[in-house]
């Protein structure tokens, strides 16, 4: 009899974090038995394994699955979809989104480029976003154009960053989020969309389960609103430092939710945002 207690006691893997390499190299079959220990590494929960003969490896136990964290991981590693992936890679779901809910919904694309010295700055407008389609948070917010190209620091910084999240893939960083893996690398550059410059946007939320919306939350800079299915308002069990403002119910939150059912459509868990 295999026991879990030893194998996270002597398992020879050592601890977390890890290098990009060691972890994009590991044979698939290995990843379960990783992902338990970043997931120890970053959440104090244990997640639940099982020895697979068949297999002869390690494999997360779905029905021992208790939490929404434990879950989450079991669908990262065995719920990864072309449908999802392709969801993921921020170029290549405008086609989901154009299709289930109309192009009018989209943010602006001014380039798509496969290089950063392909950018054309001159056919740039003042104010733009930056960003990698295969990762996420990979991106800069350039909010004046000749201060970013003038200030050579700061210009070579992101010249760098994004030179360099081209040549890496996002799930081998961040806990083997499978969704990631195998999206071709392009350099996407959308409008700023912002009532203010200096001001982040309102960010609505949705975490929808099997295409039902369960869960909303309203969010600008550390002020948050959260609400049930039916809009009802509930308590902030998210972060402790946010401050709940219970923002009433408007028309952009009911228009939201609407599409955001339609976008959650073949998803057993999605979480959607609208900015």
Request: aromatic letters at 14%; a neutral charge; charged letters at 30%.
């Amino acid at each position: 009899m295999i026991l879990l207690k030893n194998f996270l006691k002597k398992d020879g893997i050592g601890e977390p974090p890890w290098e990009y390499d060691f972890l994009y190299n590991l044979p698939e079959s290995e990843y379960p038995k990783y992902l338990a220990k970043i997931f120890n590494y970053r959440t104090g929960e244990k997640l639940p394994l099982r020895f697979d003969f068949g297999k002869k490896a390690w494999v997360i136990d779905k029905n021992k699955c208790k939490t929404f964290n434990q879950k989450i991981q079991w669908l990262k590693l065995y719920d990864s979809t072309p449908l999802k992936r392709d969801c993921t890679d921020k170029i290549k779901v405008r086609d989901y989104v154009k299709e289930k809910i109309g192009e009018e919904y989209l943010k602006p694309v001014l380039q798509i480029c496969d290089s950063f010295d392909e950018i054309d700055f001159d056919k740039l407008p003042n104010s733009y976003v930056i960003k990698c389609n295969h990762g996420c948070k990979w991106q800069y917010m350039i909010k004046n154009k000749k201060e970013f190209l003038n200030t050579k620091p700061i210009f070579e910084l992101a010249k760098r960053n994004m030179i360099g999240w081209l040549e890496q893939e996002f799930w081998a960083w961040n806990g083997f989020e499978l969704q990631y893996k195998g999206i071709e690398p392009k350099i996407l550059i959308e409008s700023l969309l912002r009532d203010e410059i200096n001001k982040n946007s309102e960010e609505i939320q949705f975490y929808c389960f099997n295409e039902i919306p369960k869960f909303i939350v309203r969010l600008q800079d550390r002020y948050i609103s959260l609400y049930d299915e039916n809009l009802n308002i509930i308590d902030n069990v998210l972060i402790e430092n946010d401050i709940q403002i219970n923002k009433p119910v408007d028309d952009l939150l009911n228009q939201s939710l609407v599409l955001s059912k339609d976008l959650s459509e073949n998803f057993s868990f999605v979480r959607g945002i609208n900015v």
